[in-house]
């Protein structure tokens, strides 16, 4: 939809927005008129199962990390909905890891659904939207990206072909000799694989409560304006003013880590910021600073905490902070205003938010026969690959 629309729609909103309220009660007229509508995601084409099974192993193999020490599921925990919710002693995480020497300043994304961004026109990955054109860019960026994996792709697939399983898989699924291409399709077919299931909003089984949340996520409380669509994402940049998690700039390492990232995306004066630059790191228009693409609402249950630094651990503090109009920042999204919503209201808003969850957590088993030792090769520099 474009801006234009957008903004007409939003002002039609804020000038019937009583009288809508009204008629909605009486007709069944929706206030979200002008925004894609909320509902179940569209059926995908199922990943090819041998292709699913290489990236299911590749997810959990640390070794194609450049040091060994990470897999993906190190920062995108099956059991923590796929991001990381506590650390190894079981402590809060709000930021996630990062490579071995560096920490990271943005909180790790859950993956389920991630393979819905793909019918976004003109959205990148990640909280920005500063990673990759698609989902498989996307998995190169958090291959070699120095915070991330670390990895030099020829050296992955060199490691893949000492692996015989990796060896029989890529001529089984692929038809050929392992290459980084094909490990990178692989960890795509897997995360193909990552949807919601049985949300009750999608199976049609939300409770009452629920119901009425529905009504004000549509309606009084506005949320329809930015997360609409079955994926509950206009794939924009908005700015709701979120605080800053001050661990970015206290934690030594971390501040290095992110000046590095916005060195690295070409941001001036790198030592000046004191905030997240947000969507300025993709586009470098500084009226951008501070804008986070919308996220999806979807199994929000299993992946708290939220926003793009993690700084809000319930849904409820989430919610209060719309109530009162978003945070502070200007400019502030036009869209946010303080909701004045009552206790009550606060509850049903939660439970919608929480309908739009999968009634059991999306997970997989994590694979068990990663060899983390090589007897040495014998008389190696005659061995051939
Ligand atoms: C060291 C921690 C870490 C590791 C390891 C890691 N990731 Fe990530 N990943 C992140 C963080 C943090 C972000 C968000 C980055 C941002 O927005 O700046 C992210 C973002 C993503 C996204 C974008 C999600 C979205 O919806 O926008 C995808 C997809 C992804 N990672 C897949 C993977 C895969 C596949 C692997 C393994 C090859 C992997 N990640 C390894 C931390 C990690
Ligand atoms: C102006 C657009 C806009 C409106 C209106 C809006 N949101 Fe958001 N929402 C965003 C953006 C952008 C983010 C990410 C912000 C960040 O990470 O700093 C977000 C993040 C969230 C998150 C955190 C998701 C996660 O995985 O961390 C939740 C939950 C949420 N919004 C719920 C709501 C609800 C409920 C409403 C209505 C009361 C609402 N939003 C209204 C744009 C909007």
């Not at 945070?327 to 939660?350: H, M, N, Q, T």
């Amino acid at each position: 939809m474009s801006t234009s629309t957008r903004s007409a729609s939003l002002l039609w909103l804020a000038v019937t927005g009583a009288a809508a309220a009204a008629l909605m009660g009486m007709s069944g007229l929706s206030c979200a008129q002008g925004f894609p509508a909320i509902g179940p995601l569209p059926a995908k084409k199922a990943p090819n199962p041998g292709q699913v099974e290489m990236g299911r192993r590749l997810f959990f193999d640390p070794r194609i990390s450049g040091d060994g020490a990470i897999s993906c599921a190190s920062c995108h925990d099956p059991k923590q909905g796929f991001t990381r919710q506590v650390d190894n002693k079981g402590k809060p995480q709000a930021l996630s890891d990062a490579y071995p020497g560096t920490s990271h300043f943005r909180n790790s994304p859950t993956l389920i659904n991630t393979t819905y961004k793909a019918g976004f026109a003109n959205a990148g990955w990640g909280w920005a939207g500063h990673m990759g054109a698609d989902l498989n860019d996307v998995v190169r960026d958090m291959l070699t990206e120095t915070l991330v994996m670390n990895m030099d792709m020829r050296l992955m697939h060199e490691r893949m072909k000492q692996d015989p399983v990796y060896v029989k898989m890529c001529q089984e699924s692929f038809k050929g000799e392992c290459s980084s291409g094909k490990a990178r399709s692989a960890l795509v077919a897997f995360m193909d694989t990552l949807v919601s299931r049985d949300a009750p909003f999608d199976t049609g089984k939300m409770s009452d409560e629920a119901k009425r949340g529905r009504g004000l996520f549509e309606g009084k409380a506005g949320c329809i304006a930015c997360h609409n669509g079955p994926y509950f994402s206009d794939a924009e940049p908005h700015n709701t003013g979120v605080p800053e998690n001050m661990e970015v700039f206290k934690d030594p390492v971390r501040h290095l880590t992110y000046r590095a990232a916005m060195s690295n995306h070409g941001v001036p004066r790198t030592e000046i910021w004191r905030r997240d630059v947000g969507y300025f790191l993709a586009s470098k228009n500084y009226a951008d600073v501070g804008k986070f693409i919308t996220p999806t609402l979807r199994e929000l249950k299993y992946t708290a905490p939220y926003m793009h630094n993690g700084v809000f651990s319930t849904l409820a503090e989430v919610v209060d902070f719309y109530d009162r109009g978003g945070g502070r920042d200007d400019p502030l999204a036009a869209e946010l205003k303080p909701l004045g919503l009552s206790a009550e209201e606060k509850k049903d808003l939660i439970a919608f938010l929480e309908s739009l969850s999968s009634t059991a957590p999306v997970t997989v088993q994590p694979v068990a026969d990663i060899p983390k030792e090589y007897a040495p090769i014998k008389n190696f520099l005659g061995a051939h690959n």
